[in-house]
Each structure stands twice: as structure tokens, then as C-alpha cells.
């Protein structure tokens, strides 16, 4: 079975940056990969994807601020996240998908990485 697990949230100004981690043990290199987020008293949210063949695609609210990127050879993704806003705060996930337009979450859920953006 396939694990993911989450790492890099923090405690950030607004304005500042964090990059997100994420491994997935056994998962192969033909899936898409994904974040989402939950903010408190909200529904999961996709926030980015990225195909094996590296097409991506972001949510509106983060276009322009948010990069996701993978790497096969290690079984790790990554989004750098610049220029954060209060409303980034919530619990971030990764996840697979089948294809970019096939984005069903198919792996169980991990514990998340929180990210909090304050002053």
C-alpha cells in the first residue's frame, strides 16, 4: 500500500515562502501527483497537479504564487509556495490521481502538513 507523508509547514509571515514535501513510498512514476489543502470549517480543496509528463495546473487563488514539481527518482514532489496570505492557512495533502483530467484521489490520506500564515 502506498504512503504518503507530508513535511515543510510552518509558521509563516504573510508574504514569505515555504516549500511542502512530500514522499510517497510505491507509487510509480505514470501518476499524476497532487495537493490539496483544508482550512478550517472547509472542504478539501485541490491546489495543484502535475502530470508524470510535467503539465500543471493550479487552483485560480494560487496561480502565480504556488510551483509544484516532482521528482521521479526520489518519489517526491514539492510545492514552493511565495507570497502567502492568511487565507493559505490550512492542512496540506498530497495525493495521486490517474491523469490530469482524472483527478479522483486514489491514495489514502496522509496526516497532512499545517501552514499557518500570520503576523
Known amino acids: 500500500q502506498v504512503q504518503v507523508v507530508e513535511s515543510g509547514g510552518g509558521l509563516v509571515q504573510p508574504g514569505g515562502s515555504l516549500r511542502l514535501s512530500c514522499t510517497a513510498s510505491k507509487l510509480g512514476s505514470n501518476y499524476a501527483l497532487t495537493w490539496y489543502r483544508q482550512a478550517p470549517g472547509k472542504q478539501r480543496e485541490l491546489v495543484a497537479l502535475i502530470t508524470h509528463y510535467e503539465r500543471r495546473d493550479y487552483a485560480d487563488v494560487v496561480k502565480g504564487r504556488f510551483t509544484i514539481s516532482r521528482d521521479d527518482a526520489k518519489n517526491t514532489m514539492s510545492l514552493q509556495m511565495n507570497a502567502l496570505r492568511p487565507e493559505d492557512t490550512a492542512l496540506y495533502y498530497c495525493?495521486?490521481?490517474?491523469?490530469?483530467?482524472?483527478?479522483?484521489?486514489?491514495?489514502?490520506w496522509g496526516q497532512g502538513t499545517k501552514v499557518t500564515v500570520s503576523s
Open positions: 495525493n495521486a490521481a490517474a491523469t490530469y483530467y482524472d483527478r479522483m484521489p486514489l491514495l489514502s
